[in-house]
C-alpha cells in the first residue's frame, strides 16, 4: 500500500511558477511509475505528467508541454511537478498518482493510487 500526499499548491499569478511536490510513504515509488493529474471545475480529471517506472521517460498533455517538468527524487520518496508560465486555465486541484506498472495510464481509471489533492489557482 502506498499513501501519497501533495504540497505546494498555492495563488499565483499568471505567468508565475509553482513546484508541486508529492511524497510517498509505505512504500518506494521505485517500484511505480508516477504522474499527476489536475481537476478543475465540472470538468474531469485529466492527465497532466508521467515518469516511467525506470526514470528514463517523461511525457506530457499537449497544453503543458514546454512549460512543466516533471521529476523523482528517489533518496526523498519524492515526486516533483514544476510549473512554469501558469496560465488561468492551469487552475484545478492537482492530485499525485502512482501505478503498479512500467508506465502510467493516461487514462485515470487505471490508477493505483492517488493524493488528496492539492489546489492550484492561477489569477489573470
Known amino acids: 500500500q502506498v499513501q501519497l500526499a501533495e504540497s505546494g499548491g498555492g495563488l499565483v499569478q499568471a505567468g508565475g511558477s509553482l513546484r508541486l511536490s508529492c511524497t510517498a510513504s509505505?512504500?518506494?515509488?521505485?517500484?511505480?511509475?508516477v504522474g499527476w493529474f489536475r481537476q478543475a471545475p465540472g470538468k474531469e480529471r485529466e492527465f497532466v505528467a508521467g515518469?516511467?517506472?525506470?526514470?528514463?521517460?517523461?511525457y506530457y498533455v499537449d497544453s503543458v508541454t514546454g512549460r512543466f517538468t516533471i521529476s523523482r527524487d528517489n533518496a526523498q520518496n519524492t515526486v516533483h511537478l514544476q510549473m512554469n508560465s501558469l496560465k488561468p486555465e492551469d487552475t484545478a486541484v492537482y492530485y499525485c498518482?502512482?501505478?503498479?506498472?512500467?508506465?502510467?495510464?493516461?487514462?485515470?481509471?487505471?490508477?493505483?493510487?492517488w493524493g488528496q489533492g492539492t489546489q492550484v489557482m492561477v489569477s489573470s
Open positions: 498518482a502512482a501505478a503498479a506498472a512500467p508506465m502510467l495510464s493516461r487514462q485515470s481509471a487505471r490508477v493505483d493510487y
Open positions: 509505505g512504500r518506494t515509488l521505485r517500484s511505480y511509475a
Open positions: 515518469l516511467t517506472w525506470s526514470g528514463d521517460n517523461t
